[in-house]
């Protein structure tokens, strides 16, 4: 069965444009062409088309592209690695996210910590303690996320508790695919008053609840990969043998 391109744009309530896009960066085969020379697309390319929409909000577009084009290849062990490392990045996220709350509702803990160490850590110890390269701390200080105090001896950076609990939380979304949501809960996360715990381990449960909704975007992508899988005569048997 032959489409038009309008056809599939309107299912997929994207605009032509778009589908002849995704088709230039090689996401999908090259269209047919009536003898007038008007693209139309077989099944084979809506399954394409379809993976783009359902795969992008979960891995995003880089990954997206990437699984599309190894499919093209026959490459389809790497394609489905390629996933696989998307979504293991994404777990250690989740992670992330449950010791970031976890450390937020020990707030009393913290306080104590504060009230032992008035002068702050330097960047090394937040890494040491945090898992967290330097550099990133230092980018998200220069893009405003998070403010660094000075030590008037050295003018080294020195980070108090209240300040690593906004190191944390950015941390657990590092990875995550971009989107509005995601823009918001970053903003919220720069906006944030380190004094206000509540507020702090109310932006921690909403990136969990964020992370959750990931998951299953990953899930629903992955899904249409497999249906693309089948079309495509993708060896999927278990009995399988190369």
Known sequence: MNFRPIDIARKLRVSTSALRNYEAAGLVPPANRTPSGHRTYTELHAAYFECIQAMSPGFG??????VLRRLQKGEWASALWCMTEAQTALFRDKRRADDTLA?????????AQEAQDPGGQSIGQVSAETGIPR???RHWEKTGLITANRNPANGYRTFNRLQVRKIRLIHT???AVYSQELAELKKAIGLLDPDNLEAAIAIAR???RYLERMNLHQLKGAYCVYRLCERLNVPLSPSHRE
């Open 135 to 137: 550099s990133a701390i």
């Open 103 to 111: 450390y937020l509702e020990s707030g009393e803990a913290a306080t």
């Open 61 to 66: 577009m880089d990954i997206t592209a990437e």
């Open 206 to 208: 909403d990136s969990l």
């Open 173 to 175: 979304l590092r990875q």
